[in-house]
């Protein structure tokens, strides 16, 4: 729903949720708004606090502190039932007993006619219509787990939640089925939060992303955004390769550790890494750049890595993409001399010296 503004409407307000478990401190002050209709992802290494937010959601876990609203009430104490929210776990959860149909039905109230077309819907609309009377064991685990996503989707929740609902998966079932899943919400208009590690998962995925470390929000934003303009060392590092060279900034210019040479133009005095992503080098084997040495090749397909060392800027090495077309005209091996540039509208610096 769009309000006469041109803005979506709020499904959730969720307005300084904390979470303790005894001392360890899992959430620190969540403050998220969720819209009707986005696709959200939340995002985080192991331990990040992403899955608790999300149990935290459904209601099978409670809050320490703060609260969750929907529609102007507080549904921070309701039960998950309560909630009408749709659920899919990483497990499927799937009865063994019960056959694909039963499994789908078992979430609709009432029976008969009006159930038994739900079903054959729900089915059809994950692309499972024939498979009504089997069993989960009879099935593969990508059919398993559209058969738990039919099941989530038959009482047509306001909000699906899937928590690491892939991760079980095949690398190419994966792909075929987040596509799937990705297709079937935009048609339905289901607002969607998905939990997951998989920083390539949550960029195809998702319209905004919530980056999380440590049970705080490092960042809200487009996948654009959270690739393009990382908020901190951490966004920057954890999601997609990144290159962050340490130097300093002095005199309105960036200068790395070890070197004279400046890099690039800066306001203000301390610290700093210089964020440029592989793809952004520029590598040519002769002209004008920065000489560098080659000290790795690594093929991956569509692109080669190449691994450099840049004397001239205090010996550091950088990553860089090439595409397979450029590579077949450079003349690149290990020891071979590189010249590199880099566009200074597609470099970052953010404060800091530390580790990301």
């Known amino acids: 729903m769009v309000s006469s503004s041109g803005q979506t409407a709020l499904l959730l307000a969720i307005r300084g949720l904390g979470k303790t478990f005894g001392r360890y401190v899992a959430l620190k002050t969540i403050d998220l708004d969720v819209h009707e209709g986005e696709f959200l992802s939340f995002?985080?290494?192991?331990?990040?606090g992403k899955s608790t937010l999300l149990r935290i959601i459904t209601g099978l876990e409670r809050q320490s502190a703060g609260t969750i609203g929907q529609g102007g009430r507080d549904i921070s104490a309701l039960s998950p039932a309560q909630r009408g929210f749709g659920i899919l776990f990483q497990s499927y959860a799937l009865f063994p007993n019960l056959t694909v149909r039963?499994?789908?039905?078992?979430?609709?109230n009432g029976s008969g006619r009006a159930a038994e077309a739900r079903v054959a819907e729900l089915l059809e609309m994950v692309g499972l219509?024939?498979?009504?009377?089997k069993f989960p064991s009879q099935l593969?685990?990508?059919?398993?787990q559209r058969v738990a996503l039919a099941r989530a989707l038959a009482p047509s929740p306001k909000l699906l939640l899937l928590d690491e609902p892939l991760s079980a998966l095949d690398a190419k079932v994966r792909v075929h089925l987040r596509e799937q899943i990705k297709d079937l919400q935009r048609r339905l208009g289901i607002?969607?939060?998905?939990?997951?590690?998989?920083?390539?998962?949550?960029?195809?995925?998702a319209d905004r992303i919530v980056v999380m470390n440590h049970g705080t929000?490092?960042?809200?934003?487009?996948?654009?955004?959270?690739?393009?303009?990382?908020?901190?060392?951490?966004?920057?590092?954890?999601v997609g390769k990144m290159n962050l060279v340490p130097g300093q900034v002095a005199g309105g210019a960036f200068r790395p550790h070890g070197s004279t040479a400046t890099i690039a133009e800066a306001q203000?005095?301390?610290?700093?890494?210089?964020?440029?992503?592989?793809?952004?080098?520029?590598?040519?084997?002769?002209?004008?750049?920065?000489?560098?040495?080659?000290?790795?090749?690594?093929?991956?397909?569509?692109?080669?890595?190449?691994?450099?060392?840049?004397?001239?800027?205090?010996?550091?090495?950088?990553?860089?993409?090439?595409?397979?077309?450029?590579?077949?005209?450079l003349a690149i091996a290990p020891g071979a001399a590189v010249r590199i540039t880099l566009d200074p509208t597609r470099l970052q610096l953010l404060p800091g010296g530390g580790d990301a």
């Open 43 to 48: 995002l985080g290494p192991s331990g990040c």
């Open 102 to 108: 039963q499994n789908v039905a078992y979430g609709l």
């Open 129 to 133: 219509p024939d498979i009504g009377g």
């Open 140 to 144: 593969s685990g990508g059919q398993q």
């Open 191 to 205: 607002t969607t939060i998905m939990v997951t590690h998989d920083q390539e998962e949550a960029l195809a995925m």
């Open 217 to 238: 929000v490092e960042q809200v934003g487009t996948p654009a955004e959270i690739y393009g303009h990382p908020a901190s060392l951490f966004v920057a590092s954890f």
């Open 268 to 329: 203000g005095e301390g610290a700093a890494r210089l964020c440029v992503r592989p793809e952004d080098i520029e590598v040519s084997d002769a002209g004008s750049g920065t000489a560098a040495r080659v000290e790795g090749v690594e093929f991956l397909g569509a692109f080669t890595r190449l691994r450099l060392a840049v004397p001239g800027w205090g010996g550091v090495v950088l990553s860089a993409d090439v595409a397979a077309r450029q590579m077949r005209d």
